[in-house]
C-alpha cells in the first residue's frame, strides 16, 4: 500500500504546500486514515456544513487546488444525496496572492472557476491539509476580489497543527498532531489514482513510529 | 529564465508552459476587479525606440494588472533627443531600481545588448525584422482557444512582407515548434532571400492555396516601406495578396483570419472580413495582456518555474 504514494506528488513537492520538507528520506510512520476514513469523514463534514448553515441553500463550496476542489466536489455529491440540492462548486488558485512570492518557486495550480456570483452567500473554503494557515490567508484575499460573501467558513481533511497565523479551520475531517519534521501524503483517487488514503511520514529514525508524536508541541488542532 | 529575447529562450516545452500559464491569466483579465497582487513592489519600465501603440500598453496594462509599478520612457520625450546613448539610457533607468526592461528597438539585437547591461530582466517587444516573441505567443494562445492545444498539422498561411516582419520570423519558429504546417504567401520581392532557417514553404500566388488553410495570417503592409518599390502600387499587391470579401468566401468553414495589427483596412484585409465571423484579431489584442501577463510573472513572480 505505501508503495502506492509516489513522493513526486506528495505535499512537500505540491508547489501549493506551506513549507519544504526537511530534507533526506522520510519513511512511513502511520496511516492515519484509510478510504472508509475518508469516507465517513466528508460524509460528516458534509452533514455539518448543512446544520451550521441551517441548510444548503446559500452554500458554495470553493476548493484551493490541488485537492481543494475533488474534495469540495464530493462534499457536494454527498449534500445532494441527503437535502436533494445541488450546492455550486468552485475551484480557486491562490498563486497570485501568496506571501511567499519571490521566495521560491510558484506557478498556478489551475483556473480558478467560481460558477456563482458569491456576493451574499456563504462560502466554505475546501482543502486537504491546514497546516501553517498561509495558504487559507491568501485564499482569503483572493475571495475578497470575486465578491462580498455573507460568511466564509473553511473545511479540511486534516488539521496537523503549526499555525503561524490565526485562522482555523470550522469543519475538521482528523486533528493529527505533527512534528514539522513530519509529511502528511493525501491521496484521493479522481487525483492521485489509486485508493484514498492519508498517511503520515516522518524522518528514519531507525526505530519506526518511536517517535511520531514528538516535537509537535505547537498547536494540534483547534 | 532571466530574459525573454526569443521564442528560441522557450522551445516547444516553455511554450506550452507560457500559453497554459497565460490560460490562467485569461480568467484575471475577465474579473469585475481584473488585477491580482502577484508583482507588488516590482518595476517594469518600457523603453520604447520605435512607434508603437498596442505593444506599449498591452504590456502596461499587462504590469498593472499584476500590481507592478510602471514606468515609460519613449525616444520622441527623452533624453535621446540630448545624444544619450542606449547603454547611458539603460544604465541610469537601472539606477532608479527596475525589475524589468520591456525594450522595442528598431535595431535587431538590441534587447540583447540591453540584458548584456542590466541586472533587471529583458523582455524583447520587437526588435528590427529580427523577433517579436510576445506576439507569436498571443498568436498561439488564441489559436489554442479555437483548435485545442496541439497544433499538428494546422496548415498556416503567413501573408505579405515576410522579408521585413519581425512577427513572421517569431510566429514560424514558434508555430513551427508546435507542429505546424506554414506555407509563406507573397511576391518574391517581400519574401525572404533564403529560406535557409525558415521550416516553411513559400507560394506566389495566394489563390492557389487560399481554399487549403486553417489560419490566413495576414501581416501588414508597411506603408513607409512603398519607396523601396518592392510591388508596384498598393492597388496591385491588394488584387494579388488581399484578403477580399470575394477570396475570404472560399476559406474553409473553420479558417481562422488572424493579423498582428495595426491593419490597414482596405490593403491587405477587407474591412468586411476584417470584421467578420471568421477573424479572430480582436482576441489577439485581448489575449496579449493574458500573454504578456504570464511572461512578467515568469520572470518577475514565479522563482523561474519556467524553462
Do not use: C
Amino acid at each position: 500500500m505505501p508503495a502506492q504514494f509516489d513522493a513526486a506528488r506528495t505535499s512537500r513537492d505540491d508547489p501549493a504546500s506551506d513549507r519544504v520538507g526537511t530534507g533526506g528520506a522520510l519513511v512511513l510512520r502511520t496511516r492515519v486514515l484509510d478510504a472508509d476514513d475518508v469516507r465517513r469523514a466528508l460524509i460528516r463534514i458534509a452533514h455539518e456544513v448543512v446544520e451550521r448553515n441551517h441548510g444548503p441553500d446559500d452554500v458554495v463550496l470553493v476548493g484551493l487546488y490541488t485537492r481543494g476542489p475533488a474534495i469540495a466536489r464530493r462534499l457536494a455529491g454527498a449534500i445532494e444525496q441527503f437535502e436533494g440540492v445541488a450546492v455550486p462548486v468552485g475551484a480557486l488558485d491562490v498563486a497570485f496572492y501568496r506571501d511567499d512570492i519571490g521566495l521560491r518557486r510558484i506557478q498556478p495550480l489551475g483556473p480558478t472557476q467560481i460558477p456563482v456570483d458569491i456576493t451574499g452567500k456563504v462560502v466554505v473554503l475546501v482543502d486537504d491539509v491546514l497546516y501553517t494557515g498561509r495558504t487559507a490567508r491568501s485564499a482569503l484575499d483572493a475571495l475578497t476580489e470575486l465578491g462580498r460573501p455573507r460568511a466564509v467558513q473553511f473545511a479540511v481533511l486534516v488539521d496537523r497543527g503549526h499555525r503561524e497565523l490565526p485562522i482555523r479551520a470550522d469543519f475538521v475531517g482528523k486533528n493529527l498532531p505533527t512534528a514539522e519534521s513530519e509529511d502528511v501524503r493525501v491521496q484521493l483517487s479522481e487525483i492521485d489514482g489509486g485508493v484514498d488514503g492519508i498517511e503520515l511520514w516522518g524522518p528514519d529514525t531507525g526505530m519506526p513510529g518511536s517517535d511520531a508524536r514528538s516535537g509537535g508541541s505547537g498547536g494540534s488542532g483547534r | 529564465m532571466k530574459h525573454l529575447l526569443s521564442i528560441d529562450d522557450l522551445g516547444r516545452d516553455g511554450i506550452e508552459e507560457m500559453l497554459s500559464l497565460a490560460e490562467n491569466f485569461v480568467e484575471v483579465t475577465r474579473r469585475d476587479i481584473p488585477k491580482v497582487p502577484a508583482l507588488r513592489g516590482k518595476t517594469v519600465v518600457s523603453l520604447f525606440y520605435e512607434d508603437s501603440t498596442r505593444t506599449r500598453l498591452s504590456f502596461e496594462t499587462a504590469a498593472k494588472r499584476l500590481s507592478a509599478d510602471t514606468m515609460s520612457f519613449t525616444v520622441a520625450s527623452s533624453s535621446v533627443k540630448k545624444g544619450e546613448s542606449l547603454r547611458d539610457t539603460v544604465q541610469t533607468i537601472e539606477a532608479m531600481g527596475v525589475d524589468a526592461m520591456v525594450v522595442r528597438h528598431s535595431s535587431a539585437g538590441a534587447p540583447h545588448r540591453v540584458a548584456s547591461w542590466t541586472d533587471a530582466s529583458v523582455v524583447n517587444a520587437g526588435d528590427g525584422r529580427h523577433e517579436h516573441p510576445t506576439q507569436a505567443l498571443l498568436d498561439l494562445l488564441t489559436l489554442r482557444t479555437h483548435r485545442g492545444p496541439a497544433l499538428d498539422g494546422l496548415h498556416v498561411g503567413i501573408v505579405g512582407d515576410v522579408r521585413h516582419s519581425r512577427v513572421a520570423h517569431s510566429d514560424v519558429k514558434a508555430f513551427h515548434a508546435l507542429g505546424a504546417d506554414i506555407t509563406l504567401v507573397g511576391p518574391p520581392t517581400l519574401m525572404p532571400e533564403s529560406l535557409e532557417g525558415w521550416p516553411a514553404r513559400v507560394v506566389y500566388d495566394l489563390d492557389d492555396v487560399i481554399g487549403n488553410l486553417d489560419v490566413v495570417y495576414l501581416l501588414r503592409i508597411q506603408l513607409e516601406r512603398q519607396s523601396e518599390a518592392l510591388f508596384p502600387s498598393l492597388r496591385e499587391y491588394t488584387a494579388r495578396y488581399a484578403l477580399t470579401a470575394a477570396r475570404a468566401k472560399r476559406l474553409r468553414p473553420d479558417a481562422l483570419v488572424m493579423a498582428p495589427g495595426p491593419i490597414n483596412r482596405g490593403v491587405e484585409i477587407a474591412a468586411e472580413v476584417a470584421d467578420g465571423p471568421a477573424s479572430v484579431i480582436t482576441e489577439q489584442v485581448a489575449n496579449g495582456v493574458a500573454v504578456r501577463m504570464a511572461v512578467l510573472w515568469s520572470l518577475l513572480g514565479s522563482g523561474g518555474s519556467i524553462v
